[in-house]
């Protein structure tokens, strides 16, 4: 077996491109380079190139791009105390979505519900599953009531069986991605009737909310029947999420063409719920389009440049604002739409996949994590909103790409 000492991340190699073929189809990414690594990364895994000539040349590549990758997974693991965080908020709000009379908008508990599915995925723990499936259940029930059809039950404002007051799709989108999430991890007839309970739900958007702009107006809101951004952004993630459940076409056409009118949208125009006050809420909700359809998206060059443009300009705003302390930011995180700053780290934990090259994403992610963290755990946690958009982001830290089940793919 003859093996030469060349440079390994030698970019003209006709092995080492066969090999970064190979590793693309399988991570989903290009393979890594030097220059990609830290210095310390690179000179752990090159201290084992004398040992490597002992084998073949393209087998040798194959140990040392392995070698690197479990270098930089090993600097990448989540913070110790993380996982320890996460489930013991995880059994707070079990409690909580499992209690029938527990009071607050399901859009809220929709997220936790969300992260429970994932908790499952991570523990095998079945209380979060069963909690997840009595919510969902629930949800169900108030939609067989609910005028117009197929709208869900938002815990406030319209009410099952009437038919007048605000019913708003956003909140609602937010409901239907808690059931489908429950769904795909459920089986036989209870799987099918609640993905049904979803598809209702999205045909009555599809057919009454949605402009030919793309845009998702917000159903039933005295305020405005124009495009919105909460409202597209969320139902944007949901049809991605529906057309990896069920293959059909039409709702990736949605979620495409909802992107398409995000990528064209000014967030810091004057409109309902501007920036100016909503802040990390109307981030929170835009990058569910993106984070959810994101390998969908890219497929063509020219949406990708669009979408990478409007990404790109989000997580900038975002890393800027968790350069700010807690005390100091614009929006508190104890209040209102402050609290979704929880949420936003796992935007930049899911980017930092689709975005392996730059470190930053995971960086900024854990120290805004830990700064949260010291007021949703000081003293004994409590179920808030900023605990439970927290929840999303500890999830997908811990257990990347289980809250789109995008191993599922």
Same mark, same amino acid.
């Given at each position: 077996?003859?093996?030469?000492?060349?440079?390994?991340?030698?970019?003209?190699?006709?092995?080492?491109?066969?090999?970064?073929?190979?590793?693309?189809?399988?991570?989903?990414?290009?393979?890594?380079?030097?220059?990609?690594?830290?210095?310390?990364?690179?000179?752990?895994?090159?201290?084992?190139?004398?040992?490597?000539?002992?084998?073949? #040349?393209?087998?040798?590549?194959?140990?040392?791009?392995?070698?690197?990758?479990?270098?930089?997974?090993?600097?990448?693991?989540?913070?110790?105390?993380?996982?320890?965080?996460?489930?013991?908020?995880?059994?707070?709000?079990?409690?909580?979505?499992?209690?029938?009379?527990?009071?607050? &908008?399901?859009?809220?508990?929709?997220?936790?519900?969300?992260?429970?599915?994932?908790? $499952?995925?991570?523990?095998?723990?079945?209380?979060?599953?069963?909690?997840?499936?009595?919510?969902?259940?629930?949800?169900?029930?108030?939609?067989?009531?609910?005028?117009?059809?197929?709208?869900? $039950?938002?815990? %406030?404002?319209?009410?099952?069986?009437?038919?007048?007051?605000?019913?708003?799709?956003?909140?609602?989108?937010?409901?239907?991605?808690?059931?489908?999430?429950?769904?795909?991890?459920?089986?036989?007839?209870? #799987?099918?009737?609640?993905?049904?309970?979803?598809?209702?739900?999205?045909?009555?958007?599809?057919?009454? $909310?949605?402009?030919?702009?793309?845009?998702?107006?917000?159903?039933?809101?005295?305020?405005? &029947?124009?495009?919105?951004?909460?409202?597209?952004?969320?139902?944007?993630?949901?049809?991605?999420?529906?057309?990896?459940?069920?293959?059909?076409?039409?709702?990736?056409?949605?979620?495409?063409?909802?992107?398409?009118?995000?990528?064209?949208?000014?967030?810091?125009?004057?409109?309902?719920?501007?920036?100016?006050?909503?802040?990390?809420?109307?981030?929170? %909700?835009?990058?569910?389009? %993106?984070?959810?359809?994101?390998?969908?998206?890219?497929?063509?060059?020219?949406?990708?440049?669009?979408?990478?443009?409007?990404?790109?300009?989000?997580?900038?705003?975002?890393?800027?604002?968790?350069?700010?302390?807690?005390?100091?930011?614009?929006?508190?995180?104890?209040?209102?739409?402050?609290?979704?700053?929880?949420?936003?780290?796992?935007?930049? $934990?899911?980017?930092?996949?689709?975005?392996?090259?730059?470190?930053?994403?995971?960086?900024?992610?854990?120290?805004?994590?830990?700064?949260?963290?010291?007021?949703?755990?000081?003293?004994?946690?409590?179920?808030?909103?900023?605990?439970?958009?927290?929840?999303?982001? %500890?999830?997908?830290?811990?257990?990347?790409?289980?809250?789109?089940?995008?191993?599922? #793919?």
């Amino acid at each position: 077996m003859g093996c030469d000492y060349a440079d390994p991340f030698n970019d003209n190699d006709p092995d080492l491109k066969e090999l970064d073929m190979v590793w693309a189809l399988g991570h989903g990414f290009p393979m890594p380079k030097a220059t990609q690594f830290s210095a310390h990364q690179q000179q752990t895994a090159l201290r084992a190139w004398p040992v490597l000539p002992l084998f073949s #040349r393209r087998l040798s590549l194959a140990l040392m791009a392995a070698l690197c990758l479990a270098c930089a997974r090993a600097q990448e693991a989540p913070p110790a105390e993380f996982r320890a965080r996460f489930l013991q908020l995880c059994d707070l709000v079990a409690a909580k979505v499992s209690d029938a009379n527990s009071a607050g &908008s399901f859009f809220v508990d929709s997220y936790a519900v969300r992260t429970l599915c994932a908790a $499952y995925d991570l523990t095998g723990n079945q209380r979060y599953l069963e909690a997840s499936r009595q919510w969902s259940g629930r949800m169900v029930g108030f939609q067989d009531k609910m005028v117009p059809a197929g709208a869900y $039950y938002m815990h %406030y404002n319209r009410q099952p069986g009437q038919t007048n007051g605000d019913w708003y799709v956003a909140d609602s989108a937010s409901i239907g991605m808690a059931v489908l999430a429950t769904a795909v991890r459920c089986s036989g007839a209870e #799987r099918q009737h609640l993905v049904d309970s979803v598809q209702k739900f999205a045909g009555l958007v599809m057919s009454n $909310y949605i402009k030919p702009s793309g845009g998702v107006t917000d159903g039933l809101w005295h305020q405005s &029947s124009d495009e919105w951004w909460c409202s597209s952004g969320i139902f944007g993630s949901l049809s991605f999420l529906l057309y990896q459940e069920t293959g059909e076409e039409r709702y990736l056409h949605c979620g495409l063409r909802v992107a398409d009118w995000l990528d064209q949208w000014d967030l810091t125009k004057p409109q309902p719920f501007p920036l100016s006050e909503q802040g990390p809420a109307m981030l929170m %909700y835009v990058m569910e389009c %993106y984070s959810a359809g994101w390998p969908l998206i890219i497929k063509d060059e020219a949406r990708k440049e669009a979408a990478t443009a409007k990404v790109a300009w989000c997580l900038h705003w975002i890393t800027g604002q968790q350069a700010v302390p807690l005390a100091q930011r614009p929006w508190p995180v104890t209040k209102g739409w402050g609290m979704k700053f929880g949420g936003l780290p796992f935007h930049e $934990y899911v980017f930092s996949r689709h975005l392996p090259q730059d470190k930053s994403l995971l960086t900024n992610g854990d120290q805004d994590m830990r700064q949260l963290a010291s007021v949703v755990f000081d003293g004994a946690p409590k179920v808030t909103q900023l605990s439970m958009f927290m929840l999303m982001s %500890y999830a997908e830290r811990l257990k990347p790409g289980a809250i789109y089940r995008e191993e599922a #793919r």
